[in-house]
């Protein structure tokens, strides 16, 4: 079983900054790709960015130049720098990654139970 645990959500001012970090752990043979995700109230879940294997990433084009993902491959976890904070960012924040549990094994997603992050005066 494999398990994300994200921390680091909270309360900040508009033009503030927040850190999330997420941690996988369990049967974990190789991960494909990290990401984050958020949902606001009434709206549907949506993609903020995904760090790559290869180093890559992609980003949503609301968050491009503010946010900024990268990962640690040996600690398995993904973090979401968020600087230039808009009230519009305010949303349950949740991680997910692809992975295999063996080497010629199917890719599997699991999701981390969400964050609330709040932009807010």
């Known amino acids: 079983q494999v398990q994300l645990v994200e921390s680091g959500g909270g309360l900040v001012q508009p033009g503030g900054s927040l850190r999330l970090s997420c941690a996988a752990s369990g049967s974990i043979y190789s991960i494909n790709a990290m990401g984050w995700y958020r949902q606001a109230p009434g709206k549907e879940r949506e993609l903020v960015a995904v760090?790559?294997?290869?180093?890559?990433?992609n980003y949503a084009d609301s968050v491009k130049g503010r946010f900024t993902i990268s990962r640690d491959n040996a600690k398995k976890t993904v973090y979401l720098q968020m600087n230039s904070l808009k009230p519009e960012d305010t949303a349950v924040y949740y991680c997910n990654t692809d992975f295999r549990t063996s080497p010629w094994g199917r890719l599997n997603r699991e999701w981390g139970q969400g964050t609330q992050v709040t932009v807010s005066s």
């Open positions: 760090a790559l294997h290869s180093g890559s990433a």
